[in-house]
């Protein structure tokens, strides 16, 4: 069975960094993208960006480009979205999710990451 | 980036309407248009990818179509457990954005 499982609930402080983790299991982790994908409270969905943990390409979306940086551990089949210093703003859920193998998907979702910065 | 823009924003229905939703891109998508349903507290759940294959497990209720640069999600009859919000979503080129989502209302 494909799971995707997300770190717990963080509260941080303005200025504070932080890193979330989403881990793979139940299919190949370096044969799949997994992309980001933020939700600020009452709000849509923003794809913020997309890591292939077979060569650790990234493509990250301009509005998040140098915000957030995305990582993953092919060891432990583990993908990551850190901060080096958090805005109030940086408060939402996030979500990771894998992208069908022909990528005309998102068809697995994590439970996603509460982040509330106060 | 690719914009999509959703209309409605929001619709409000009844158990055992027909609901169309539209997803307009800004510029072509070629088949990678993909519609999903959230409920609230929950993470997004893939309905309809390639603009019409419904993912396993969908009720044959919902339908999707179109091409170039209008798109939409049907529900042909609706089902109390379909009150929810809907995106779509470009997966032709980064970044792979999202519409704002409609949400439909019990009337």
């Known amino acids: 069975e494909v799971q995707l499982v997300q770190s717990g609930a963080e509260v941080k402080k303005p200025g504070e960094s932080l890193k979330i983790s989403c881990k793979g299991s139940?299919?190949?982790?370096?044969?799949?993208?997994i992309a980001w994908v933020r939700q600020m409270p009452g709000k849509g969905l923003e794809w913020m960006g997309i890591?292939?943990?077979?060569?650790?390409?990234?493509r990250y979306s301009p509005s998040f480009q140098g915000q957030v940086t995305i990582s993953a551990d092919r060891s432990i089949s583990t993908a990551y979205l850190q901060w080096t210093s958090l805005k109030a703003s940086d408060t939402a859920m996030y979500y990771c999710?894998?992208?069908?193998?022909?990528?005309?998907?998102?068809?697995?979702w994590g439970q996603g990451t509460l982040v509330t910065v106060s | 980036d690719i914009q999509l823009t959703q209309s409605p924003s929001f619709l409000s229905a009844s158990v055992g309407d027909r609901v169309t939703i539209t997803c307009r891109p800004s510029?072509?998508?070629?088949?990678?248009l993909a519609w999903y349903q959230q409920k609230p507290g929950k993470a997004p759940k893939l309905l309809i990818y390639?603009?019409?294959t419904l993912q396993t497990g969908v009720p044959s209720r919902f339908s999707g179509s179109g091409a170039g640069t209008k798109f939409t999600l049907t529900i042909s009859s609706l089902q109390p457990e379909d009150f929810a919000t809907y995106y779509c979503?470009?997966?032709?080129?980064?970044?792979?954005?999202f519409g704002q989502g409609t949400k439909l209302e019990i009337k």
């Open positions: 139940g299919y190949s982790f370096t044969s799949y993208w």
């Open positions: 390639a603009v019409s």
């Open positions: 510029q072509g998508v070629s088949s990678y």
């Open positions: 999710a894998r992208p069908s193998i022909n990528e005309e998907g998102f068809d697995f």
């Open positions: 979503q470009q997966l032709n080129s980064y970044p792979h954005t």
């Open positions: 890591i292939y943990p077979g060569d650790s390409d990234i």
